[in-house]
């Protein structure tokens, strides 16, 4: 009788033996975190273990195909992007010119009726728009030398703790392996229905 019990569940402990290996090894990409001997075998999850590799290809990748320098720069000059910046500056300007001017130049201040007020405003604006792609430029220039995009996101990747890469990579593809543990159940139901019919047969 137990015999025939375990005979039809055949399919049903095969789709149970697909699901847990493919658990098993899917828990095997983050844990163990530090290489444990286990039988004579060092044995380390996949991601820990290859942490600063995926950390170096990872940097190259961003630096070479996803970020370039150059284009931030391009984007900080551009024309419109400047010009959204004069509401700003205005807003600054205003509170130079009616604020902290009478505080700093009381005297001089006194003399300043609103109409030279404006004035001197508009020409301090025509100033500062002119002055800001060739001060951007330079800016950029400067950090063009100074930033490595790669080393960047490879330090940050190599230094990330276990818990947060597991936590990060898990909270982009949970569904993924959860569909993949699914396919290993299902593909384990197959298998085991195959075994069951050729038994029969």
Request: hydrophobic residues 45%; neutral net charge.
């Amino acid at each position: 009788m137990t015999h025939n019990i375990m005979f039809w569940l055949q399919p049903f402990i095969a789709a149970f033996t697909g699901w847990f290996t493919t658990w098993i090894a899917i828990f095997m990409l983050f844990h163990p975190r530090e290489p444990k001997r286990f039988l004579g075998i060092t044995v380390q999850g996949i991601f820990p273990k290859r942490q600063k590799q995926v950390a170096a290809k990872l940097g190259s990748m961003v630096a070479r195909e996803l970020i370039h320098f150059d284009e931030i720069a391009r984007l900080l000059k551009d024309p419109q992007k400047l010009r959204d910046l004069n509401p700003i500056i205005s807003k600054h300007l205003d509170n130079f010119l009616e604020v902290k001017l009478k505080e700093k130049l009381p005297v001089i201040s006194m003399f300043l009726g609103e109409s030279t007020i404006s004035k001197v405003k508009e020409g301090m604006m025509e100033e500062i728009e002119s002055l800001l792609p060739d001060l951007i430029q330079q800016y950029t220039d400067s950090l063009a030398g100074s930033i490595d995009i790669e080393r960047m996101v490879t330090d940050k990747v190599s230094n990330f703790s276990s818990d947060k890469l597991e936590e990060m990579l898990l909270n982009v593809m949970k569904k993924e392996f959860r569909f993949v543990e699914l396919i290993g159940g299902v593909l384990g139901f197959l298998i085991g229905v195959c075994q069951l019919l050729l038994s029969l047969l």
